[in-house]
């Protein structure tokens, strides 16, 4: 049997899971804790304490399930509560009635250590959504204090049940102590196994989605056997002086040997486009505005390799970024013959993928969708095909994601 996986190995796994899932930026580790616990409150308004901590933040609210919590049972909740610290408490305890009723009962409980740490983890932990009280308290603080706290906290939550105070009150409370001005959290622990979570779940995604294409795709037909491959193309181009393939685009443009890798494939991908006027925006990818933007344009791809926009298209993620309207009236018109339960999991992220799959080459948009998701019924085509033509690329929304993480100019050459 495999060995366990470490407490804060297994609580970077889980963040990186479920930020996804919420279409959430994983790389900002403190906000990410934050909005985990904000999102497994019970008894008080999960909108107003979100609405209070991050303003300008966004979450799929259709996506969070109102009787659980994000991350699971105590086994995550402990490590990830001890990597919080919390300084200057006392300016809020006199403002919020919980702070004070939970210090003042630790206390006369003689579990109180001097500090706002301990008061605070209890009062996070008391308002997670499934975690039982008695037993959370007596772990925590027995982590804490090195003894047998069962009695402690037993007459701490009898104190603590005698002073109810309004969800308004508590969320108020929980606002605060959750506020940047109070709370610090120690990421750097959990950074080493983030990215490694990353890299394991990116790896097993890849891993799954050619299992489900292999699949999908059965048997070898003949028609396989008829299919141009990456070298042919080459080969093709190199005779006929065309550029469809993107080793015949890159020797065509001539691209300076200090421009990174991605910007190629992304102008690739530009060239490729065919439902929008994208030579427009060649100059935000390329940030530069001599004759190679002009001969871009004079040079479209009408039969683009595939790999190559699946490789853009896989790169496409919200990371907390509102949806736009036209993704919104995607997913109404086109997910209606997708199975309820389906259509229900599916976060922003998988959706703005989708979106841009049904504007690509009418001859390669079924192929891309497909390695998107292995579901593709004729109605559902029929529905896609109806949507692109009637509704315009929402190209303005769609450049600054498409940009979002771009090589920066100084470094590409570019």
């Known amino acids: 049997m495999s060995a366990a996986p470490a407490p804060l190995a297994l609580v970077a796994e889980t963040l990186v ?32 304490v979100w609405a209070s901590v991050f303003p300008d933040a966004f979450v799929d609210w259709a996506l969070v399930r109102p009787n659980a919590n994000t991350l699971g049972d105590l086994q995550i909740w402990l ?49 997670l959504h499934g975690i039982p009280g008695l037993q959370a308290f007596q772990l925590m603080t027995c982590r804490v204090l090195k003894r ?19 969800p308004e009150v508590c969320g108020a409370a929980l606002a605060g102590i959750l506020g940047d001005a109070f709370v610090r959290i120690h990421t750097a622990p959990l950074e080493l196994h983030l990215r490694a979570a990353t890299m394991r779940r990116d790896g097993l995604s890849a891993a799954l989605k050619m299992k489900t294409m292999s699949a999908h795709l059965g048997r070898p037909r003949l028609r396989d056997r008829m299919t141009v491959t990456d ?31 991605m910007v190629k494939v992304r102008l690739y991908f530009l060239a490729s486009q ?21 001969r871009l344009g004079k040079y479209p791809v009408s039969r683009p390799d595939l790999p190559i926009l699946h490789r853009c298209v896989e790169a496409l993620a919200m990371d907390g970024t509102p949806p736009f ?27 703005l993928r989708l979106y841009v799959c049904i504007y690509q080459n009418p001859a390669h948009w079924k192929d891309l969708w497909k390695m998107q998701l292995c579901l593709l019924s004729p109605q559902i085509i029929r529905d896609c095909e109806a949507f692109a033509e009637q509704t315009p690329f929402a190209a303005d929304a769609f450049m600054p994601l498409f940009l979002r993480g771009a090589p920066d100019a100084s470094k590409s050459g570019a």
């Open 231 to 261: 070298e042919q193309k080459v080969a093709m181009d190199s005779t006929l002086g065309t550029w469809e393939s993107y080793t015949a685009f890159c020797q065509l443009h001539q691209f300076p040997n200090v421009l990174s890798e």
């Open 148 to 166: 047998d706290t069962h009695q402690n906290c037993a007459l701490l939550l009898a104190a603590l049940s005698d002073t109810p105070f309004t």
């Open 325 to 351: 309207p036209e993704m919104i009236d995607f997913r109404n018109r086109c997910f209606r013959s997708f199975p309820v339960s389906h259509a229900q999991r599916m976060n922003l992220t998988q959706v």
């Open 17 to 48: 899971s479920v930020g996804g899932h919420y279409s959430m930026d994983v790389q900002n580790l403190r906000e990410l804790c934050v909005k985990m616990i904000i999102l497994s409150l019970k008894y008080v308004s999960r909108q107003a």
């Open 79 to 127: 490590p990830l509560l001890e990597l919080f610290a919390w300084e200057n408490v006392e300016r809020l305890e006199a403002h919020h009635a919980p702070l004070a009723s939970m210090r003042r009962a630790m206390r006369a409980a003689q579990l109180d250590v001097g500090t706002w740490d301990l008061p605070c983890q209890l009062l996070v932990l008391q308002m």
């Open 274 to 294: 065919t439902a929008w006027d994208w030579r427009s925006q060649v100059g935000f990818v390329l940030h530069h505005d001599g004759e190679l933007c002009d």
